[in-house]
RNA sequence: CGGGAAGUGGCGCAGUUGGUUAGCGCGCUGCGUUAGGGACGCAGAGGCCGGGUGUUCGAGUCACCUCUUCCCGACCA
């Protein structure tokens, strides 16, 4: 199955190339681990950006854009910020290139050496706050609501086709609050936003929940997840929402006035997505065939393929095709109409369907005749001959059947990959076979740990919407009681 | 940084105990026949075999060095 990222399978090379090349530098390659993204995978990430971008600013954010540069001195005023980042920051000592004496080619020139380093931001809760230091003087300066679109650059050891790349695309909410409540809804609120966007529009079920002591973001009083599944059975943390308590507001200085005239440091949050998400999506609906896109995120809808033998065919039904083409545009639907004479029907089905093209419309002489198409959908590979006449809404319709059942599939998936889990020893059993396990824990990180040393799985999260056991129980490893139970599996 | 594996046309690979002109599939170019599930024929283009140094009459093949990539760990969204 084309589940892996990195298979190598031909089959499956073929159709992440078509979103996706790594970046391929022969020599001295220091830019690997980051990908380029072809124009088919960029459209699948801006309609990602583009539903998230509406539902931040129907929920009150703007979006603005601060410095890719960080100052080495700002990443070390939060403690357990800089101890999360330190070990993976690309740094900047230089500005200026000069020829080699020996005519060798370019060297750094070392008179250009830079007073203070810059770090390439790997997040930019630091710079943010730094700014936000003069933008917040008073309660009516609150609540700062912020997003930003921006790349960011982790030097991780190891890296990993859309999950983990050295550079990566995301956005960052970033917002300051008077109280510590209001500040703890905004963090629930977009980590809700983010549950939404994966299940209704990525089609991707996920658990909302806190992350233990141990997960949580570098410099975080509480982080908020979604937790999806991979067919795999692997956890995929697709999105993170943090209560920042007061650490930044202290560590920069950030205080207000507040009505009463007195100052007070205000409270933060930070939320992000990623291009990891692209590797959800990839990952928790692709078959055999390649991608299934769920319609509200393809950037193509329909995909129409002419079936003819002589130009003459060719012209009939390239026309008929426009009309209908035309049809289904005004009712909002992206479609393509891929009249290449130099391939055959089979081999353009065969490459729409890698690309995970929710609806394939095939024309021949015989539909001509008949006023019917052949219509084939992705999720079930099913074809059906479909008459002309009230296309646009019969495809309308199904894009809706589609969207429905690809999160069914896929939460039938997890439904069935889940399970309570009461003794070690099952626990040891299923973890191996890619379940999401529901388990007592005692609530130590001394537990936790262990677990993860012998079994490789972590809490993934402690569930806050579906999956909720708030009851009594004992500790799956320990035996300590507990109160809930906490979802542990293998993550990627 | 530890443990494995691998570097040969754009991609995926073969290449025997060293032997002469380095092959195959896909893709690409041209022409023709085809066309309702990845077509076929013919003719072409494209490679100093990751780099270096040795051994040898002779190195893709052997030795040493080096660089890079991938997988498994440590790290992580």
């Known amino acids: 199955m084309a589940k892996e990222l990195t298979s190598r399978s031909d089959n499956y090379s073929q159709w992440y190339n078509d979103l996706v090349v790594k970046a391929d530098l022969a020599e001295n390659s220091a830019v690997r681990g980051c990908m380029v993204i072809k124009?088919?995978?960029?459209?699948?990430?801006?309609?990602?950006?583009?539903?998230?971008?509406?539902?931040?600013?129907?929920?009150?954010?703007?979006?603005?854009?601060?410095?890719?540069?960080?100052?080495?001195?700002?990443?070390?005023?939060?403690?357990?910020?800089?101890?999360?980042?330190?070990?993976?920051?690309?740094?900047?000592?230089?500005?200026?290139?000069?020829?080699?004496?020996?005519?060798?080619?370019?060297?750094?020139?070392?008179?250009?050496?830079?007073?203070?380093?810059?770090?390439?931001?790997?997040?930019?809760?630091?710079?943010?706050?730094?700014?936000?230091?003069?933008?917040?003087?008073?309660?009516?300066d609150l609540p700062l609501l912020i997003n930003q679109w921006a790349n960011v650059v982790r030097w991780e050891m190891r890296t990993r086709l859309f999950l983990r790349t050295a550079e990566f695309l995301w956005q960052e909410g970033h917002t300051a609050h008077a109280t510590a409540a209001e500040a703890v809804a905004e963090a629930?609120?977009?980590?809700?936003?983010?549950?939404?966007?994966a299940r209704e529009f990525m089609a991707v079920p996920v658990i909302v929940g806190h992350k233990s002591e141990s997960e949580r973001f570098a410099g975080a009083i509480d982080t908020y997840c979604i937790e999806a599944m991979m067919q795999d059975g692997k956890a995929l943390q697709a999105g993170t929402s943090h209560f920042l308590g007061q650490n930044f507001a202290k560590a920069f200085d950030v205080q207000y006035a507040n009505k009463?005239?007195?100052?007070?440091?205000?409270?933060?949050?930070?939320?992000?997505?990623?291009?990891?998400?692209?590797?959800?999506?990839?990952?928790?609906?692709?078959?055999?065939?390649?991608l299934v896109l769920p319609p509200k995120l393809a950037p193509i809808h329909v995909?129409?393929?002419?079936?003819?033998?002589?130009?003459?065919?060719?012209?009939?039904?390239?026309?008929?095709?426009e009309s209908l083409k035309a049809d289904m545009e005004a009712k909002g639907l992206s479609v393509k109409i891929d009249d290449r004479?130099?391939?055959?029907?089979?081999?353009?089905?065969?490459?729409?369907?890698?690309?995970?093209?929710?609806?394939r419309i095939a024309m021949g002489p015989r539909d001509l005749a008949s006023g019917t198409v052949e219509l084939a959908r992705r999720d079930t590979l099913t074809k059906d001959s479909v008459p002309q006449e009230g296309i646009a809404e019969y495809v309308l319709k199904l894009m809706d059947d589609i969207q429905d059942n690809i999160y069914k599939k896929a939460l039938d998936f997890r439904e069935a990959h889940t399970i309570k889990v009461d003794t070690w020893d099952e626990f040891k059993e299923k973890i191996e076979q890619g379940y999401f396990l529901l388990c007592h824990w005692d609530g130590t990180t001394e537990t936790e740990l262990k677990i993860q040393e012998e079994t490789k799985a972590t809490i993934r999260c402690i569930p806050s919407d579906s999956f909720v056991c708030e009851e009594p129980g004992k500790c799956v490893y320990s035996g300590k009681p507990s109160a809930r139970r906490v979802v542990f599996a293998k993550a990627y």
């Open 260 to 290: 009463e005239g007195n100052l007070e440091y205000v409270w933060a949050t930070s939320w992000g997505v990623s291009t990891r998400l692209m590797g959800a999506l990839i990952m928790a609906h692709s078959d055999d065939n390649g």
């Open 39 to 140: 124009p088919y995978g960029y459209a699948i990430w801006e309609k990602m950006q583009h539903t998230l971008d509406k539902m931040f600013k129907d929920t009150g954010h703007s979006n603005a854009y601060f410095p890719l540069f960080i100052p080495k001195s700002f990443l070390s005023k939060e403690a357990e910020h800089v101890e999360g980042f330190a070990k993976e920051c690309a740094v900047v000592t230089h500005h200026r290139l000069m020829n080699n004496p020996d005519g060798s080619g370019v060297v750094v020139d070392p008179a250009a050496k830079l007073e203070e380093e810059l770090i390439i931001r790997p997040t930019s809760e630091t710079i943010i706050w730094n700014t936000y230091k003069n933008w917040i003087k008073s309660w009516r």
């Open 303 to 321: 995909v129409m393929v002419p079936i003819f033998k002589t130009p003459e065919e060719h012209s009939a039904l390239v026309e008929k095709m």
């Open 188 to 197: 629930e609120k977009m980590v809700g936003v983010y549950a939404k966007f």
């Open 341 to 359: 004479d130099n391939l055959r029907p089979g081999f353009k089905f065969a490459e729409w369907e890698l690309k995970g093209v929710p609806c």
